[in-house]
């Protein structure tokens, strides 16, 4: 067995390549190399290359053998291996296929929700991680991953705002650059590399009302300052792709939209890589109204800007692969598109050196990669960056870890599958420490932990409720465990309420009513309403959805071994009626004044979220002082240095993500309050001062005008740097021509 996988491997590592079968000769270029393929294809194996296909069961292989797939999804490193062997051995050109699955964060070992990732503010550790899952998934046969999810989100009733960086085009973009080098690496040809997708392109994430699928219409304005910039940022740092995404406009489809697809995405920005639509978003382009049927909608697809047809209701791929070629052939569709996207395809798997290794490379993987524990404590210390301390009166946090007795209360408390959160298929439920595991490792042993469910997390029985009240008053703290399942987040999870669903709300009040302290832990794919829950309870985390080292990571927050550093990267609300609402906001012409009713508010609720973007506490204080800028105007071309002191006030070591904002004050257009522009994560010991500098450059001042153009206009600015968006120290700069 042994001998024929090593002659198997001889064959196709150094015999293959080197042969006149791959068509091409091996001192070419990429582009010489797919130009050479292409032109020994047939029109019908061009269109084979543009379609992503895994539905058709038993007739894969005739399919593959035939030309008529170039790419398929995760099917195990088995039958993967034996689909590639068709492939590569049987089909007429031995065009390797490309094996392409969603790992969204982490595919064996589950890091934290990206939503929680970017509260982190750390994107070397979340580029880690990306790199780490790229190891895991590539392991396993998998090349290419339809993630980040790089979409803007400022509607919490989206489901998918779980899958992103939150509301910032900035921190967006950062976010977006650091899983595209996480799982592309330096080069795409290593075998741990897998290819990164952007998606949803674009504009997905500003759904109508919060509902997944739905319309979106948006000034072309707000598409290049808010939606647009995290996708640039992944083209920038060299993703290998995009999707297209679901939804409609400006009353034009995404997937079939040229103007974001070829205008922008490679006209103005030379994309060189592949486009591919998100499911069956070509087909759907005949619900949206613009195709008149299949084949409509093919030629829309493709003369938008779709490369590859990811696709099909109940059989993937019938979009692309039964209507291309007839219109071609009628002369409907030229022949260069499809040559165009074909050669697309076949830079991709040059790139990805899938001609060189076909197969999964078991010698490497077995040999090389991070260990078990490396991962686990990337993955642990990822989860402790990404929590929030949204509360701590009277610093009830951090406990001690001899405390006499805890109340461990909640629908979340003892559960292991919703902690892996929305987005985990190859995770392991039962890798997943669970809150209470990670507490009982971390208390003394004479510590009594008096667990009680309470409810489950629909529930609207609250028959559970007499034993954790029981057990709340014969404790010293109740630590509460409750939040959304993760099916209520994710792909076409939106809700109309986002307050605690069932019960839970009711059984932190009955817990609250014992007069035991309370802690309550939250896990969510989405801000909740929560505003009892913040006025009475003693301490609030946010944890989102941690993963597989929750338990552990909880566990060193509630007990102070690690101080809690995440900061949110969206807003929360008071209210569903608030939404859309988010720290960059414009002025208005009548901006809200308590003493003027005819002001931009509300009559019966405050303008203000219940907590900002940018905002966590510590178990430490920070001061920020001496804000400096070292000039007081620049040139259009020209920067300056912000500088400010931050002291740690407090008695524990601690980590401050310092913020960095800006404001245009008068400009040819309305700008926003507050834009971010820097950041930096910094760690003080108690008593001590660092000097935290920022460059502002003009070209951070920079905005469209209204032809959309981008410019720099002499004025006035502020400069604000602080530790949320609501709290900061004020400078400022003229720009001058
Ligand atoms: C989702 C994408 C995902 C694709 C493939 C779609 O339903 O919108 O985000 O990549 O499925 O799984």
């Not at 009680?452 to 009240?469: E, N, Q, V, Y």
Request: a positive charge; charged letters at 20%; proline letters at 5%.
């Amino acid at each position: 067995m042994k001998i024929k996988q090593t002659c198997i491997k001889i064959f196709f590592v150094l015999v293959l390549p080197g042969c006149i079968n791959f068509g091409y000769a091996q001192n070419l270029s990429v582009e010489q190399k797919a130009d050479s393929l292409l032109s020994k294809m047939t029109l019908q194996e061009k269109i084979g290359q543009l379609v992503l296909t895994s539905a058709f069961g038993n007739k894969m292989g005739e399919m593959i053998k035939k030309g008529e797939i170039g790419f398929t999804g995760n099917w195990g490193p088995h039958k993967r291996d034996s689909l590639q062997t068709i492939a590569v051995e049987h089909s007429r050109l031995h065009i390797p296929l490309v094996f392409a699955t969603d790992v969204i964060h982490g595919y064996n070992t589950i890091f934290p929700v990206p939503l929680a990732q970017s509260c982190s503010w750390d994107p070397d550790l979340v580029t880690k991680a990306a790199s780490i899952a790229a190891f895991e998934a590539a392991s396993d046969g998998v090349n290419w991953t339809f993630a980040p999810m790089v979409d803007i989100a400022r509607d919490p009733r989206w489901g998918r705002i779980v899958e992103g960086a939150g509301e910032d085009p900035y921190l967006g973009s950062v976010m977006a650059a650091a899983y595209v080098k996480g799982y592309q690496g330096k080069d795409l040809n290593r075998p741990a590399s897998i290819a990164a997708t952007a998606k949803h392109y674009v504009a997905y994430g500003a759904a109508q009302a919060g509902r997944d699928y739905n319309t979106v219409d948006i000034s072309e304005r707000t598409l290049r300052e808010i939606y647009l910039p995290p996708f640039h940022s992944a083209v920038n740092a060299g993703a290998e792709s995009i999707m297209s995404a679901f939804n409609d406009l400006n009353g034009v489809p995404a997937s079939g939209n040229y103007f974001t697809l070829t205008k922008i995405l490679r006209d103005e920005w030379k994309f060189k890589g592949v486009v591919i639509s998100d499911y069956n978003s070509v087909g759907e382009l005949v619900n949206h109204g613009v195709a008149k049927d299949k084949s409509d909608a093919a030629r829309i697809g493709i003369t938008a800007g779709v490369d590859i047809d990811l696709a099909g209701d109940t059989v993937m791929g019938d979009i692309y692969a039964p209507y291309l070629e007839n219109l071609v052939k009628k002369g409907i569709v030229p022949g260069s598109l499809i040559d165009r996207s074909a050669r697309r395809v076949l830079r991709m798997k040059l790139k990805l050196g899938m001609f060189e290794h076909p197969y999964i490379d078991k010698d490497f993987f077995r040999k090389k990669g991070p260990s078990k524990e490396e991962k686990n404590k990337i993955a642990r210390q990822l989860a402790n960056e990404s929590i929030v301390l949204l509360k701590n009166y009277k610093n009830v946090l951090p406990l001690k870890k001899d405390i006499h007795s805890i109340a461990l209360i909640g629908p979340l408390a003892d559960d292991q599958e919703n902690l892996l959160g929305p987005w985990s298929p190859n995770g392991i439920s039962k890798n997943v420490v669970t809150v209470f595991q990670g507490i009982r490792n971390k208390v003394s042993s004479g510590t009594i932990i008096n667990y009680a469910k309470g409810c489950g997390i629909l529930d609207t029985s609250t028959a559970g409720f007499k034993d954790a009240i029981e057990n709340a008053k014969k404790s010293d703290v109740a630590v509460l465990v409750v939040g959304e399942s993760r099916e209520m987040s994710g792909e076409a999870a939106s809700r109309a309420f986002i307050d605690l669903p069932g019960v839970q709300n009711e059984l932190i009040k009955k817990i609250y009513e014992t007069g035991v302290p309370v802690v309550v832990i939250l896990m969510n794919g989405r801000p909740l309403t929560i505003n009892w829950i913040s006025q009475n309870v003693n301490a609030i985390l946010e944890t989102w959805y941690l993963g597989d080292q929750t338990g552990n990571s909880i566990a060193d927050v509630l007990f102070g071994d690690y101080n809690p550093s995440g900061k949110l990267t969206v807003t929360f609300p008071r209210s569903v009626g608030q939404i859309p609402i988010y720290y960059s906001h414009k002025n208005t012409g009548r901006p809200p004044d308590p003493n003027d009713k005819y002001t931009s508010k509300y009559i019966d609720s405050p303008v203000t979220p219940l907590y900002p973007f940018g905002y966590g506490l510590s178990y430490t204080t920070f001061d920020f002082s001496n804000l400096k800028i070292d000039k007081t105007t620049i040139s259009t071309n020209g920067s300056a240095i912000v500088s400010v002191d931050v002291t740690n006030t407090g008695t524990t070591t601690g980590t401050e993500i310092v913020q960095l904002y800006i404001r245009d004050i008068v400009a040819s257009v309305t700008r926003p309050v507050k834009e971010l522009k820097g950041f930096k994560r910094i760690q003080l010991r108690p008593g001590e001062t660092k000097k935290v500098q920022f460059t502002v450059t003009a070209g951070m001042l920079s905005f469209y005008n209204s032809e959309m153009k981008k410019i720099i206009e002499p004025g006035k600015f502020d400069i604000m740097v602080g530790n949320n968006s609501d709290n900061v120290l004020t400078t400022s700069l003229e720009v001058v021509k």
